[in-house]
């Protein structure tokens, strides 16, 4: 008698499935899945994986993403990508974007983010800004 409610093999146990969508040149470390500008993979990964690993599935750096949404928080930006060590859970939907991808400006203020995002941005909110003014000392 087989019981319905245990999962149906160890890798349902040892695995989550992650949906990922890759937009811009970074839909080509999709390979085969990419679209014209974009691509959706559904991509497994061991329970406890970061976004670093998740990454390295795709073999894409890091520094070649530029905003990166988790669950519809805002988690990265380029050049400050605090949420490399974020665990991921089964079911979450990442969104990586390239360099290129615009952030529409009505969305920069009050967006959702990530907790490690938010204290980032909360201890130093100049950590955003590519230019920083010149002191005098």
């Known amino acids: ?21 890759l937009y811009g040149v970074l839909s080509q470390y999709a390979s085969e899945k990419a679209e014209k ?17 998740l990454l390295s599935t795709f073999n894409m750096p890091s520094e070649e993403r530029g905003i990166t949404f988790i ?6 930006l380029p050049g400050l990508q605090p949420d490399l060590d974020q665990i991921l859970q ?5 969104s990586f974007f390239d360099h290129r991808s615009m952030w529409p400006f009505q969305y920069r203020h009050g967006a959702a983010m990530a907790s ?22």
Do not use: C, Y
């Open 1 to 21: 008698m087989r019981l319905e409610f245990f999962p149906r093999s160890v890798e349902d146990v040892i695995n989550m499935k992650i949906e990922v969508w």
């Open 116 to 137: 490690g995002l938010n204290q980032v941005l909360n201890t130093d909110p100049e950590a955003v800004m590519h230019h920083k003014q010149k002191t005098d000392e």
């Open 37 to 53: 500008g974009f691509a959706s993979v559904q991509q497994e990964l061991p329970i406890g994986a970061t976004v670093s690993d």
């Open 90 to 94: 089964d079911g979450d939907r990442i």
């Open 71 to 76: 669950n519809g928080n805002l988690s990265a």
